[in-house]
C-alpha cells in the first residue's frame, strides 16, 4: 500500500518545512512501529488531527538532554475506537500543552511512533492508547 | 404442449450456462490491486472527507460543503459497497464464511457511508469511516497478518 510512504513524506515535510496542515489519512498496519522499544519525548503539543483512520498529534520536544527540540508525529488508532477505549476525546489534548509522550518508535529511525501515553505537565492526567489493543475489541462484530 | 416443455427446458437451461455461477471472473486485477487501486483508495477518499485540525491559531474544520464534493464522496462509497461483491469474487476459497463475513462488512460499513452521503450527514460520514477502518483492519489481522509477518 501507499500509505507507509505516504506515512515518511508527511514525516519528512514537516521536518523540512515545518508543515503540519496535512492529511494523516493512510490506514496501514502497525508493524511500522518497533512495539518492543518505548521511546519518551518531552515537549509541547503543536498540533491534533481528530481524523480517520488515525489520530495524530505532532509533538515537538526532545528525547534526551541536550537536543534541539524537533516535531515528532505521534499515530493512535481512529477517533471512534479510541473513544470507546475511554477518556479520550477530541480536546482531550491542546495544541500549547506541555506533555510527555511514551511511544514505541518508527522501525526506519524516523521522527514517529505509535502513541502508549500521554501526560499533561500541568495537572499530571494522562490519556492511554494502544494502537492494537484498542482496536481488537471493535473487530470481533462480524455479522 | 410437447415442444413447450422441450422449449422450456432448452431455455433454461441456456439461461443456466449464462450464470455467473459458471464464469470465472474475467478482472485481471490481482487481491493486492484490488485492495490499493479500488479499496484503499476509496477508503481515503471517505476518511480524508470529515475531519478536525487544531493548531495554536484554533481549529480547522474539514467537511464537504458543496454538491460536487458530496457526490464525490458518494461515489467512493458506492464503489465500497461494490467492492465487497468483488472481494468474494476474489476469495481463493469458494468455502470460506468468514472472508464473506468481512467482505460483507465492508459492503455492510459504506452503506452508512453511502447514506450519509445522501444525508449530508458529515457526523454519521466520519463515524461510518471509523467502522470501515474496523472492517478494513479485522480481515488484515485474519488474513493479512501484518503484525507476525514483521516479527519474523
Known amino acids: 500500500m501507499k500509505n507507509i510512504k505516504q506515512l515518511k513524506m508527511l514525516i519528512a515535510s514537516v521536518a523540512v518545512f515545518g508543515i503540519f496542515a496535512l492529511p494523516v489519512n493512510a490506514h496501514h498496519s502497525t508493524t511500522m512501529f518497533d512495539h518492543s522499544k518505548t521511546l519518551k519525548i518531552v515537549g509541547t503539543v503543536k498540533e491534533v488531527h481528530w481524523t480517520n483512520p488515525h489520530v495524530a498529534i505532532f509533538v515537538e520536544g526532545i528525547i534526551t538532554e541536550g537536543q534541539e527540540p524537533t516535531v515528532w508525529l505521534m499515530e493512535m488508532t481512529s477517533p471512534g475506537n479510541l473513544v470507546r477505549a475511554g477518556g479520550w476525546s477530541r480536546s482531550a489534548v491542546k495544541p500549547g500543552d506541555k506533555v510527555t509522550v511514551d511511544f514505541s518508535p518508527l522501525r526506519d529511525g524516523n521522527k514517529g511512533g505509535a502513541l502508549k501515553k500521554i501526560t499533561l505537565a500541568d495537572t499530571g492526567k494522562f490519556y492511554t492508547a494502544d494502537i492494537r489493543a484498542q482496536e481488537s475489541p471493535n473487530l470481533e462484530n462480524v455479522k | ?152
Open chain 2, 1 to 152: 404442449m410437447k415442444f413447450l416443455r422441450i422449449f422450456l427446458i432448452l431455455s433454461t437451461s441456456t439461461l443456466l450456462g449464462c450464470s455467473p455461477k459458471n464464469n470465472p471472473p474475467i478482472s485481471p486485477l490481482t487481491l493486492q490491486q484490488l485492495m490499493g487501486w479500488v479499496i484503499d483508495s476509496n477508503a481515503d477518499v471517505i476518511w480524508d472527507s470529515v475531519k478536525s485540525i487544531t493548531d495554536i491559531n484554533g481549529t480547522t474544520e474539514i467537511f464537504p460543503k458543496t454538491d460536487a464534493e458530496w457526490e464525490n464522496i458518494r461515489n467512493s462509497a458506492a464503489t465500497l459497497v461494490e467492492a465487497g461483491d468483488l472481494l468474494i469474487a476474489k476469495s481463493k476459497n469458494k468455502e470460506d464464511k468468514q472472508w464473506v463475513e468481512f467482505a460483507t462488512r465492508l459492503s455492510q460499513t459504506s452503506m452508512k457511508a453511502l447514506q450519509a452521503t445522501q444525508d449530508k450527514n458529515k457526523d454519521a460520514l466520519f463515524d461510518a469511516g471509523g467502522e470501515i477502518y474496523n472492517a478494513c483492519k479485522a480481515c488484515h489481522d485474519k488474513y493479512a497478518d501484518f503484525d507476525k509477518k514483521a516479527s519474523k
